[in-house]
């Protein structure tokens, strides 16, 4: 159980274009997803929490209007790189809790997606 | 901010050797987790350890917590090859009522055959 599924696994874009990432828990319900950003051989770096039905929550130094975020159900969560650079390109994840928003259950982690922008 | 710091970073050892890789944090926690990386995959949860526990065993991992010297480590017996990945520690942080977990660094653990 607690299957988390994210899509597309590998996406190449060009300089300028807006790419969406899918995020969806699959027998499970998840009012907060969370999304990280992985550099090579670096470890994950938390870029925004996202809450079912309100605004996501931004850590410091990322770019709410680069990086779009809409949670719109209890079961998906997108990212979207907004006129991207080739800066943008890294390894994205997503996690999902099913503990209701509360981290004292483990979390659950989508493959990735790979992002190169040319 | 990332506020887990691993040591070592890397680790080679050979097939059937334990491996131990260590994890420091600098804030109160409510939990530490430890995940596993293959390379280019999603993290996968190995074993959580509360604030108030010591040890914590699953199979062949080994999980200590030593909360007044905010440290913690992994210990994986008799290694195989399909343990090569990569480790993260992470810890549970609370902050005006919203919760996040912060990774560590990462350890890159090579086991050879």
């Known amino acids: 159980g607690a299957v988390v599924s994210q899509h597309p696994s590998r996406v190449i874009c060009k300089s300028g274009t807006s790419v969406k990432i899918e995020c969806r828990s699959l027998d499970f319900q998840a009012t907060t997803m969370f999304w990280y950003r992985q550099f090579p051989k670096q470890s994950l770096m938390l870029m925004a929490t996202?809450?079912?039905?309100?605004?996501?929550?931004?850590e410091q130094g990322v770019e709410k209007d680069k990086f779009l975020i809409n949670h719109a159900s209890l079961t998906l969560s997108t990212l979207t790189v907004t006129s991207a650079h080739p800066e943008d390109s890294s390894f994205y994840i997503c996690?999902?809790?099913?503990?209701?928003?509360?981290?004292?259950?483990?979390?659950?982690f989508g493959n990735g997606t790979r992002l190169t922008v040319t | 901010s990332q506020q887990g710091e691993e040591d070592p970073q890397a680790l080679s050892i050979q097939e059937g050797e334990n491996a131990t890789m260590n994890c420091s944090y600098k804030?109160?926690?409510?939990?530490l987790q430890w995940y596993r990386q293959n390379s280019g995959r999603g993290l996968v949860h190995l074993i959580l350890?509360?604030?108030?526990?010591r040890e914590k065993h699953s199979g062949r991992l080994r999980v200590t917590l030593d909360t007044s010297k905010k440290s913690s480590s992994l210990l994986i017996t008799a290694s195989r090859a399909a343990d090569t990945a990569s480790y993260f520690c992470?810890?549970?942080?609370?902050?005006?009522?919203?919760?996040?977990?912060?990774f560590g660094q990462g350890t890159r653990l090579t086991i050879n055959p």
């Open positions: 996690s999902a809790s099913p503990g209701s928003g509360r981290l004292n259950s483990p979390l659950h």
């Open positions: 350890i509360r604030s108030n526990e």
């Open positions: 992470a810890t549970l942080s609370s902050f005006q009522g919203a919760q996040k977990l912060v």
């Open positions: 996202s809450n079912e039905g309100s605004k996501a929550t931004y």
């Open positions: 804030t109160s926690i409510n939990n």
